[in-house]
């Protein structure tokens, strides 16, 4: 009997909108049949975009737009809110498995060669996507409104500001005028809120679309490369034969992947919540390391490291040719094998890629560039005087801010050598002329040494060395 | 295959050649009439998106304290408000400079923004130098490039001082090219 009702209802809604056929049909549509677990990566980024969605709705709830009042928003929706740490931790770690996902589906449709005919807008419609989902975390680190927040936007605008002839405009762009202000946080706002939502809903009904009408792409096999004339009916006859419906044959993967997920994206935000908020949005607090989040830290590291006098082409030809190649990618090589068996070089430059970015993020969590501004003065254990040149050259190792850059005996910061055994290697006058002079990464310290001050200094390094039996 | 004909299908009849210029003139209009209608509203909306690109901000001097509050030969942090804070910028229209006083008379600002990427500098009284938290940047006392990544010498901002008060002129991030 319910039945009978539920089905007459159905069968109504059939007729005067039509939806439930096509979305039926559309559901059904018929997949390869080996397409598994190595396809549930976009399915992945789409469910995590979902929970951005809903996550960032329910914080909109709460969160002031304003200069004045996202902080304390913040705080309010972090310690005071039902619910809102955790709200709070699964928008960030919602973020971070999107970030991860996208990557993910990315590296899984390079590998399986995926991208070639007639995927290419597949592949071109996705990198696009890539770039709204690093403009999403970035904009939305900036809402946190918190000190990082200021320096964050700072730093982008002056990356902004070596672009040739239009820098100083983009720069004013994105500051939303001359200073950090009232105007900053507003404009950020909008777009991590409409404009990019309004773009990823666009270009996803885009992506899937063109999913649905090339097909999900076989698994690769080597020796059987894509030829543009015959592929597309090769493909037909292989779905036509083989193929099964997408629902429930192959979705249930991409449901349990994405309640996996789901699930791990919880239990972060429950036990590790939120990244914690830093200091008021001032920028005239001069006390500050601004930090991105985990997945631009290797970025942080590629703008430490760059060579001096090449800024201009890391910072902005550098982001638009790696854009041009992934873009272009499809066209160029649009034909051919697929395997990763049979192409050495996208698998080369697959963990080419994996190692650089895995290194520089490492780097950047170390960050060994950054000064160490609290350090203590040394201990006497480690200096190994209480009075004597040494005792005071070991204070002048702290006052002048070499402790700042240099370790001894692992205390110190990590921009320069490492000076716990130096006087193994450098002798007293190589010692002077070094500290003297200065270097790249060392300012001379000729004109702010008195001779007795120098003199110290290096009877404290002289005693810098390491003990032999 | 069925494109050709679409056309017909869809008006249900065949199309003499005054009707087809007719329809070839209906449909200008609409492109033309709606590309009207689009201007009216982007216009606007584009200039409001831009309006920071226009819109030439009047810097103005403001008071950081008086006089004798700063000693001889110390550089310290002074704060101050933005040319122009909006009712809603709250802490965000702070700016601040490095300032020193070089004798009785004279005073040195520094900007407090790094030239290589613009964090901020902090100044290490015992060293003499300025230095930057994110790469590492070092600038000695006079604000020339000590060390690290820095392009430019730190910049400095207009000092007066005026009724006894130290005033220091507004100034726009620096941006370095």
Avoid at chain 1, 88 to 100: E, I, N, P
Avoid at chain 1, 275 to 285: A, C, R, V
Avoid at chain 2, 118 to 142: I, K, Q, T
Wanted: charged content about 15%; glycine content about 8%.
């Amino acid at each position: 009997m319910l039945k009978k009702i539920y089905h007459r209802i159905l069968d109504w809604v059939d007729d005067r909108t039509g939806l439930p056929k096509m979305i039926g049909k559309t559901a059904r549509h018929l997949v390869p049949p080996d397409a598994k677990w190595w396809y549930v990566f976009g399915s992945a980024t789409l469910c995590a975009f979902m929970i951005q969605v809903i996550t960032g709705v329910a914080l909109a709830f709460a969160y002031i737009p304003s200069a004045s009042e996202a902080y304390s928003t913040l705080h309010f929706i972090s310690d005071q809110a039902p619910f809102g740490h955790f709200l709070r931790g699964l928008h960030y770690y919602g973020a971070s498995a999107m970030v991860l996902m996208v990557g993910l589906h990315m590296t899984q449709v390079f590998l399986a060669g995926s991208y070639k005919f007639p995927r290419e807008l597949n592949w071109a419609t996705g990198v696009l996507l890539l770039g709204f989902t690093l403009v999403m975390g970035f904009t939305g680190q900036l809402l946190r409104g918190d000190q990082n927040a200021v320096w964050t936007v700072v730093v982008a605008a002056e990356q902004a500001g070596r672009t040739p002839f239009i820098g100083q405009w983009l720069a004013h762009f994105i500051l939303g005028g001359d200073t950090v202000g009232g105007a900053t946080l507003t404009r950020f706002f909008a777009i991590h809120v409409f404009i990019m939502p309004g773009f990823i809903f666009a270009f996803v009904g885009l992506h899937l679309w063109l999913v649905l009408r090339h097909g999900i792409s076989e698994p690769p096999k080597a020796g059987k490369p894509v030829d543009p004339k015959t592929y597309r009916a090769e493909y037909k006859e292989l779905i036509e034969k083989k193929g099964k419906p997408f629902w429930p044959d192959s979705a249930w993967r991409d449901v349990v992947f994405c309640v996996v997920m789901i699930v791990g994206i919880a239990a972060l935000a429950f036990i590790y919540g939120a990244p914690q908020l830093g200091k008021p949005p001032d920028p005239s607090i001069t006390t500050a390391s601004p930090r991105p989040d985990w997945y631009l830290m290797w970025y942080f590291a590629v703008l430490a490291l760059m060579p001096h006098g090449t800024e201009q082409y890391f910072l902005i030809f550098g982001p638009l040719i790696v854009g041009i190649i992934l873009i272009a990618l499809p066209f160029v090589f649009n034909r051919g094998e697929r395997s990763p068996w049979r192409r050495p070089w996208a698998v080369a430059i697959v963990l080419m890629t994996m190692v650089m970015i895995a290194t520089l993020w490492v780097a950047g969590v170390k960050s060994p560039w950054s000064p160490n501004f609290n350090a203590p003065p040394l201990s006497t254990s480690i200096v190994g005087a209480t009075n004597g040149p040494v005792f005071v050259g070991a204070q002048l190792f702290h006052a002048k801010g070499c402790l700042n850059c240099h370790l001894i005996a692992s205390d110190g910061g990590r921009r320069g050598p490492d000076l716990t055994a130096v006087a193994d290697r450098l002798l007293k006058d190589q010692m002077v002329l070094k500290i003297a002079n200065g270097g790249v990464n060392m300012p001379a310290y000729a004109a702010n040494l008195t001779p007795a001050e120098m003199d110290a200094l290096v009877a404290f390094l002289q005693s810098r060395k390491i003990p032999r039996p | 295959m069925k494109e050709p004909n679409t056309e017909h299908a869809s008006t249900g009849c065949s199309a003499s050649p005054a009707e087809l210029s007719r329809r070839k003139f209906l449909a200008r209009l609409s492109l033309a009439v709606g590309g009207i209608g689009a201007l009216i509203v982007t216009v606007p909306v584009v200039g409001f998106i831009l309006a920071p690109f226009f819109e030439r901000r009047k810097e103005v001097w403001r008071s950081v304290g008086k006089v004798e509050s700063f000693k001889i030969g110390e550089t310290t942090a002074v704060k101050y408000e933005d040319a122009s804070p909006l009712p809603w910028a709250g802490v965000t229209a702070r700016s601040a400079a490095w300032l020193r006083r070089v004798n009785a008379d004279t005073f040195i600002a520094f900007s407090i923004n790094c030239t290589h990427l613009g964090c901020p500098v902090r100044w290490l009284a015992e060293a003499n130098l300025f230095m930057c938290p994110c790469h590492g940047g070092v600038y000695y006392e006079d604000g020339t490039v000590a060390a690290g990544p820095p392009p430019l010498p730190l910049p400095r901002y207009p000092v007066r001082v005026k009724d006894g008060d130290v005033q220091i002129q507004t100034a726009p991030i620096p941006i370095t090219k």
